[in-house]
Nanobody
Framework: EGQLVQSGGGSVQAGGSLTLSCATS????????IGWFRQAPGKEREAIVC????????YYADSVKGRFTISSDDAKKAFYLQMHSLKPEDTGHYYC???????????????????WGRGSLVTVSS
């Protein structure tokens, strides 16, 4: 099973930007579905973006659509979450997820991806 190592995160003022990174190892990078989850203080963990391996269809939660973007770098075997126009309600722990040879067809399917990063804390102040 592949491993994920996260980096990035930190504190930013509302309206600012941050990028989270997720370095991968042990995956067939060309064949994996990837995504990001978020857990806000006192709330359940939720999927915010997921991209399918087969079609590269991407699914975003309404709360982040238009502000967050998932991307990947095949050469570096890494993927990213670019976050713009951050709001205080974006505060939380962010987790990258991935699995090869597994297609997803909705944001809900992201929950079936097996490999998880350890999380990065993002704090957005008003």
């Amino acid at each position: 099973e592949g491993q994920l190592v996260q980096s990035g995160g930190g504190s930013v003022q509302a309206g600012g930007s941050l990028t989270l990174s997720c370095a991968t190892s042990g995956f067939d990078f060309a064949q994996y579905s990837i995504g990001w989850f978020r857990q806000a203080p006192g709330k359940e963990r939720e999927a915010i973006v997921c991209r399918s391996a087969s079609s590269e269809d991407t699914y975003y939660a309404d709360s982040v659509k238009g502000r967050f973007t998932i991307s990947s770098d095949d050469a570096k075997k890494a993927f990213y979450l670019q976050m713009h126009s951050l709001k205080p309600e974006d505060t939380g722990h962010y987790y990258c997820v991935a699995q090869d040879y597994y297609n997803i067809y909705s944001l809900t399917d992201c929950g079936f991806l097996r490999s998880w990063g350890r999380g990065s804390l993002v704090t957005v102040s008003s």
